[in-house]
């Protein structure tokens, strides 16, 4: 069971916007710990969409937004096109592991 | 352009001890700003974080591991090494190597394509 919580499917509809959730706790997301988004599409490895909580990196386009608040994080897509299909994985720190952690992934179909 | 590529054996018998190599093109691996990291992913499953080298040697593994994983850096050869001992057919996944910052919090930002490691004898 993973330290950071994720739902195991989203979908929706092209043009749609969808919500990805990422609850942690106190020792990892809801202390200093930043969060990062990372986009799995299939047979490949993973790519970072958005650092630092809230922040992309060039070339990932505006439709990708990351929020932020007490031990949630959420990653946010919207005007949704059928390349956003993959799996999406939330990634932080946690303090009472030692470790850098990673939620349990979320696939997102687009219908 | 920075460019990972990971490589080893595809098959290790149970018990033995999987060893697999990080080549780090387009960019030094002695970079002061930079971790070196291993993470794996079984066959359908998710994303673990196993361990991380630096280019003076100081390392950080996954606590958890028990002392199996050891992370590695040749600075000469400008590789990143990760062995894991006593494997069982659990540790079956692709295996990857990625960069991330020093900040404890910052991003994976570049990976290697992934090596398919299966335990079975």
């Known amino acids: 069971q993973s330290v950071l919580t994720q739902p195991p499917s989203v979908s929706g509809a092209p043009g749609q916007r969808v919500t990805i959730s990422c609850t942690g706790s106190s020792s990892n997301i809801g202390g200093v710990y930043d969060v990062n988004w990372y986009q799995q599409l299939p047979g490949t490895a993973p790519k970072v969409v958005i650092f630092g909580n809230k922040n992309r990196p060039s070339g990932v386009p505006d439709r990708f937004s990351g929020f932020k608040s007490g031990a949630s994080a959420s990653l946010v897509i919207s005007g949704l096109q059928v390349d956003d299909e993959a799996d999406y994985y939330c990634q932080s720190y946690d303090n009472s592991l030692g470790a850098w952690v990673f939620g349990g992934g979320t696939q997102l179909t687009v219908l | 352009q920075l460019q990972l590529r990971e490589s080893g054996p595809g098959l290790v018998k149970p018990s033995e001890t999987l060893s697999l190599t990080c080549t780090v093109s387009?960019?030094?691996?002695?970079?002061?700003?930079?971790?070196w990291g291993w993470i794996r992913q079984p066959p359908g499953k998710g994303l673990e974080w196993l361990g991380s080298a630096y280019y003076n040697g100081n390392t950080h593994n996954k606590p958890s591991l028990k002392g199996r994983v050891i992370t590695s850096v040749d600075t000469s050869k400008n590789q990143l090494s990760l062995t894991l001992t006593s494997v069982t057919a659990a540790d079956t996944a692709i295996y990857y190597c990625?960069?991330?910052?020093?900040?404890?919090?910052?991003?994976?930002?570049?990976w290697g394509q992934g090596t398919l490691v299966t335990v079975s004898s």
């Open positions: 387009g960019d030094s691996i002695k970079s002061r700003s930079h971790y």
């Open positions: 990625a960069r991330h910052s020093t900040t404890v919090t910052g991003p994976l930002d570049v």
